[in-house]
């Protein structure tokens, strides 16, 4: 379907681009009309100018729903292993000097001291305490 998203796409901003100059038309010559009355409604669009914007944006939604991509993996263990069967396919390629550059990208993240976890740092508090009392 990629193939009818552009098309799509651009016929659907030139329809809106004609319904954007239609009511910019109307506008105009209902403003400088003579025969313009006080009343609101005689400055109203026609209804055939909404019609065609709104069929316009659809064609252009659809046609940029057509074209986009597989979407990518919201779970991140899935894009995780995804990135890391690339990277070994690559270094099996290139060889292992790059592997590290190619793997997780969240590999430092990882590698990194965590946060202190109080919780434990207690438990081995009262662990050390109980072997001295003893």
Known sequence: MAWLSRPLTLVGLVILAHGCYSAYEHTLLASTSVQHSASA?????????????????????????????????????????????????????????????????FNALEARSGFINIHQLRSDFVKYTQQLNK
């Not at 046609?63 to 986009?68: A, M, T, W």
């Not at 991140?76 to 793997?103: F, N, Y």
């Open 41 to 105: 409604s005689a400055a109203a669009l026609p209804l055939d100018i909404y019609i065609e914007t709104i069929a316009a944006t659809f064609m252009i939604c659809l046609g940029l729903v057509l074209g986009s991509g597989a979407p990518e993996p919201i779970q991140w263990h899935t894009w995780a292993g995804k990135i890391e069967r690339e990277a070994d396919s690559k270094s099996s390629q290139t060889g292992d000097a790059d592997k590290e550059a190619l793997g997780n990208p």
